[in-house]
């Protein structure tokens, strides 16, 4: 019966788990509502880990309510979604092991507004639909929308204010964009309207491209793209390093839309409407890029120049997915994984050194020597070396093969020096940042008070990723392989979810 209703309960559990932790639990609730906190993304890493493994054999379909695609509900699990959820199951463990160190007392419900942004980004993973991709966007929209006040202060406001602001203008844009689509297709599946593109001719094909561009502008808006990317510097910079880390799998929900909707309902096989868009997001991927790049190396503030390396990671993987071929996507969805788990670790241990650095902070100036020098020294090395992409650790290797993956004359000629060179300018603002806040610091005596053993573990879970993405390179580049080529081939991604006979469930 479990492994019946397996693929809705990525989403179930921190939606119950939330709502425990919303009841009044006596004298000390706190502490309750960690032990529910753990224990559910503990099970929530389990549950994912089996959507996994399930979906290796074909896309899982789950009906709600037993009514079958196109007009019910239906909740989607391949081997892209499947790893997205486990991804975002693997962040949020270490993240919330971080938090339950105190940083979740800062603010009222940060247990609760945390169970229900997983719930959010999880549902925007497995949704086949895309009302309901909206629907889960506004779930974890609001929820962040409290999260990144987490501890209250003027400059949280000022960058909350922007971020909310935007965010509702994306809103309003999406639902323009799917009343576009229902209109001419008469259907919200995903599966359903790939079929109905494919057979639009004339007038109402450039409808549906129309269509096509709004939700571009949106799910570029989520990623951070350029020209919508300046309310992320700011936001991740001015929240708790809790916060920010849970963010770092925020835009990869908009990269995950636009490699899911941009292949399925507008990609080669979309007739009239196909390769939407790919054109655009390479010359916008690369000038994410390079202005990421220079945020980066401009920036006198750690937290700033780690909130850049967001805007470069997304730049890089939308250039390379505008390529349009099976090994620029494989590259992406390796690079993908791999600069989720480095930029969370990295917004950690940059708020541990603020915190151990007193009035100095986070800001790249000479301070005070650290209470733990010598282990925050070797993580911060090992996530420089890491996210810059040098030998031997997974961002080299997630580099390669993007590199790689660039094979005619204009890609080779723009794509290799813009990621060599960001590579360059990066490796300089983490140089100089690691100069300033452990070789020249002041004489005398060191920060007395030590962070606690666990928050030091879960920056280390986080970093252990990247060892394991290099020592299993192969068999991890191998199943993105199959993901791209699931993206570039969707027939049996559409055809299990409209011809499901099975699988219903009330």
């Known amino acids: 019966m479990l492994s019946q209703h397996l693929v809705i ?25 960690r032990i529910i906190g753990l224990v559910s993304c503990v099970i ?52 919330l092991i971080y938090a339950c160190y105190g940083e979740d007392n800062l603010g009222s419900h940060f247990q609760a507004l945390f169970q229900f942004q997983l719930v959010g980004i999880i549902g925007a993973f497995l949704t086949g639909d895309l009302f309901n991709l909206f629907v889960f966007f506004e779930i974890l929209l609001i929820s962040s929308y409290a999260l990144l006040m987490h501890g209250g202060g003027k400059l949280k406001l000022r960058a909350c204010l922007h971020y909310v602001l935007l965010n509702l203008t994306g809103s309003a844009v999406f639902l323009i964009s799917l009343g576009v689509l229902y209109g001419i297709t008469g259907t919200l599946n995903m599966a359903d309207m790939a079929v109905k593109v494919a057979a639009l001719t004339g007038d109402d094909a450039i409808i549906a491209r129309a269509g096509g561009v709004l ?9 951070a793209l350029l020209p919508l990317y300046f309310w992320l510097p ?38 009239e409407a196909a390769m939407l868009g790919y054109d655009w997001l390479w010359w916008l991927g690369l000038a994410t890029l390079a202005l990421g790049s220079i945020g980066a190396i401009g920036s006198r503030d750690m937290r700033l120049v780690v909130s850049y390396l967001v805007v470069i990671s997304v730049g890089t993987m939308l250039t390379t997915f505008s390529m ?38 986070s800001r790249i100036v000479k301070g005070r020597k650290l209470a733990q020098h010598a282990v925050l020294g070797m993580l911060f090395l090992v996530s420089a070396i890491t996210v810059i992409g040098m030998p031997p650790l997974s961002g080299f290797i997630g580099k390669l093969f993007i590199l790689e993956a660039a094979r005619t004359g204009a890609q080779l000629a723009l794509l290799w020096p813009l990621v060599l060179v960001s590579s360059f300018l990066v490796m300089v603002a983490l140089a100089r940042a690691g100069s300033r806040m452990f070789w020249h610091t002041f004489e005398g005596k060191a920060a007395e008070e030590k962070s606690p053993a666990g928050q030091i573990a879960a920056i280390a879970l986080l970093l252990t990723g990247a060892v394991v993405m290099t020592l299993f390179a192969r068999p ?10 699931d993206l570039m081939h969707p027939q049996t991604y559409i055809s299990t979810v409209l011809n499901q006979s099975g699988g219903a469930h009330e």
């Open 9 to 33: 309960l990525p989403i179930l559990v921190p939606l119950f788990a939330a709502l425990l932790q919303l009841l009044p639990w006596g004298e000390n609730p706190q502490y309750y509502r």
């Open 44 to 95: 929530l890493v389990a549950i994912s880990a089996g959507v996994l493994i399930a979906s290796t054999e074909g896309p899982q379909v789950y009906a709600l309510g037993s009514w079958q695609a196109p007009y019910g509900i239906v909740l989607v699990a391949d081997r892209l979604s499947a790893l997205m959820v486990l991804l975002t199951a693997i962040l949020a463990l270490p993240v």
């Open 215 to 223: 939700l571009l502008v949106v799910f570029g808006l989520k990623a």
């Open 234 to 271: 700011q936001a991740y910079a001015m929240t708790t390093g809790t916060v920010a880390a849970l963010f770092a799998i925020m835009t990869k929900v908009g990269i995950y839309a636009i490699l899911r909707v941009f292949t399925l309902i507008f990609g080669a096989g979309g007739a």
């Open 324 to 361: 349009g071929n099976e090994r620029a996507t494989s590259a992406v969805i390796y690079y993908l994984v791999h600069s989720t788990l480095v930029t969370g670790a990295l917004f950690l241990l940059v708020d541990i050194i603020a915190r151990q650095r007193g009035k100095t902070a």
């Open 476 to 485: 991890i580049s191998s199943y993105t392989d199959a993901i791209a080529a």
